[in-house]
T-cell receptor, first 113, second 111 residues
């Protein structure tokens, strides 16, 4: 049973639209992450948060933004979607301890036409 | 140089084969190590943690060599269902306990 939820699971949207990808976790984890992954390619970190009101950009430059107003919620927003944003977006969360791994959501597969 | 490097793959093996994946990491301060499994178009899922003394979980054996900064995953008696991408992951306090993922090694087990 998933403790981290992403919606929508699939999204097809037109160029120029504003979209928000939702991610929520029920585990009380302080740390949350957004990754972008193209098919067959490696994960790229685009945003992360260490707690409420904490957000940072990741290794991969992204035109998206994030917010962390509540511990359990970490939405990602694209103000103006473009075809280059077509990808899978994966959300993850973790405790801030060395021996604890990440739990990933099922992902949102975004297609911008 | 990437922080975590894995065998490029892909590995194509017959059912029943034994296959080993290797991974090296650059940060000697890395403290925690994991193997994740990712099926096609799915999210990564934790396969197993890697302990200093090595550990086994059924057909899977993980080894860690801190001196050489090297991690391995051995799969014995491969099953068709083992076909997936295997991600090597390290974690360290210097990087705020954030995970660093390898690019992954793709395994295909054939009948």
């Amino acid at each position: 049973e998933a403790d981290i939820y992403q919606t929508p699971r699939y999204l097809v949207i037109g160029t120029g639209k504003k979209i928000t990808l939702e991610c929520s976790q029920t585990m009380g984890h302080d740390k949350m992450y957004w990754y972008q992954q193209d098919p067959g390619m490696e994960l790229h970190l685009i945003h992360y948060s260490y707690g409420v009101n904490s957000t940072e950009k990741g290794d991969l430059s992204s035109e998206s933004t994030v917010s962390r107003i509540r511990t359990e919620h970490f939405p990602l927003t694209l103000e103006s979607a473009r075809p280059s944003h077509t990808s899978q977006y994966l959300c993850a969360s973790s405790r801030d301890t060395a021996n604890y791994g990440y739990t990933f959501g099922s992902g949102t597969r975004l297609t911008v036409v | 140089r990437k922080e975590v490097e894995q065998d490029p793959g892909p590995f194509n093996v017959p059912e029943g084969a034994t296959v080993a994946f290797n991974c090296t990491y650059s940060n000697s301060a890395s403290q925690s190590f994991f193997w994740y499994r990712q099926d096609c178009r799915k999210e990564p899922k934790l396969l197993m943690s890697v302990y200093s003394s090595g550990n086994e979980d059924g057909r899977f054996t993980a080894q860690l060599n801190r001196a050489s900064q090297y991690i391995s995953l051995l799969i014995r008696d491969s099953k068709l269902s083992d076909s997936a991408t295997y991600l090597c992951v390290v974690k360290d306090v210097i990087n705020n306990n954030d995970m660093r993922f390898g690019a992954g090694t793709r395994l295909t087990v054939k009948p």
